[in-house]
């Protein structure tokens, strides 16, 4: 009875995700060489083997990536200096004689206000940090063009532009170069497609934050409750979105445009919820760890992001993105040239007959 209700389960999953995949947009890939085939290993070994054969490469683009990272990087810096209870209250103009009693221990009596009175002051400082955040995210964009490009590349196994070394003679990739080519050619989509994820991350946060506003000041209303939910909703369903949408970027380029790919996204997100968000806590797991009170470990946490984070994340994306579209939207893409192909015989060939039938019947006339 347990294994009929189960297949029963397993066949309703199937009938949905196969529906889903039906409505995919379907283009060949933006490659300039040919498909290398299948990789032995798998998806893991392909993204553990491509970084450690290319990391000088690979750190080349995550420093220059983190030029157009600087912006989050001066929030994150200016944050662990000050903390956010002291930026509190100088946007509140409270001056530099209040004694700081909450930014260590989480509790305290500062002069002339109460604690939550002064969390208040603090709520404000992360409204606007997280606003910043969205802001520094679409930035981040322009890098990220680049970045994902010089991915797509390794994962895809084509060749890049090189120049001879002097000592070796050996042909040497010229990554930088590549860089900025891959800034020049997808930054507009690239900077659309963060600088959304930025509105929806920011607007996402600061809902929750009206939540706790209202927890902090007495108790949330229902609108301060729906806000919770709408802001967590946001969150949970933007993330993979974006997640599943910044790389095809670079592998349909202009095989695709940007609402097509954002239709792609929207389906892998609904048709492969698990696998998408056990991807999203590889990525971006090690950036949560940023969240802990501690300059000592926000500093390290930060230089070990900085010399390996982007680069982490945007290999995991990007090699993600290319598994489904390699065992997803091109297998579904050669099906469809294959029907299309029976297709056009079968025409062909009824146009060959009709003909045939009408010059024997000139002929008998």
């Known amino acids: 009875m347990a294994i009929t209700q189960n297949n029963k389960k397993e066949n309703k999953t199937s009938k949905y995700r196969l529906k889903l995949l039906a409505d995919l947009c379907l283009q060949p890939e ?35 990536t983190l030029i157009f990272a600087l912006p989050i990087l001066a929030i994150i810096i200016v944050v662990s200096i000050f903390g956010v209870e002291i930026l509190g209250y100088k946007m509140g103009g409270l001056g530099d004689d209040i004694p700081y009693l909450m930014s260590d221990v989480g509790f305290g009596l500062s002069s002339g206000m109460t604690i939550n009175e002064a969390k208040l002051y603090m709520l404000d400082v992360y409204r606007l940090i997280f606003l910043a955040v969205g802001l520094g995210i679409a930035v981040l964009g322009f890098g990220a063009a680049g970045h994902i490009y ?82 967590i909703f946001i969150l949970l369903f933007a ?40 991807m999203i806590i590889l990525a971006f797991g090690a950036y949560a760890l940023l969240a ?39 297998v579904l893409y050669e099906n469809m040239r294959i029907e299309l192909s029976r297709k056009e015989r079968k025409e062909k060939k009824k146009k060959d007959v009709k003909n045939v039938q009408q010059v024997k019947y000139k002929k008998k006339k």
């Open 30 to 64: 933006a490659r300039s060489e040919e498909k290398k085939g299948e990789y032995p290993g798998g998806r893991f070994k392909r993204f553990f083997d491509t970084y450690k054969a290319n990391s000088s490469a690979l750190m080349t683009a995550n420093a220059l």
């Open 150 to 231: 010089i991915d797509t590349k390794l994962i895809w196994g084509e060749s890049f532009v090189t120049k001879k070394d002097k000592k070796t003679g050996a042909d040497v990739p010229r990554i930088a170069t590549e860089f900025f080519r891959g800034v020049k050619k997808y930054w507009k989509e690239m900077v659309m497609v963060f600088a959304a994820y930025g509105i929806f991350f920011a607007g996402g946060v600061n809902l929750i934050l009206e939540f706790v506003d209202g927890v902090w000041s007495g108790g949330a209303n229902v609108g301060q409750w729906f806000a919770l939910f709408i802001g």
């Open 239 to 278: 993330t993979p979105v974006f997640f599943n949408l910044a790389p095809q970027v670079v592998s349909y380029h202009k095989t695709l445009n940007l609402a097509q790919k954002l239709k792609n996204a929207l389906i892998y997100t609904l048709a492969f919820p698990i696998p998408t968000y056990f």
């Open 292 to 330: 802990i009170n501690s300059p000592i470990v926000t500093i390290l946490i930060g230089m070990l992001l900085i010399a390996l984070g982007m680069t982490f994340t945007f290999l995991i994306m990007t090699n993600y993105a290319d598994h489904n579209s390699e065992n997803v939207c091109q």
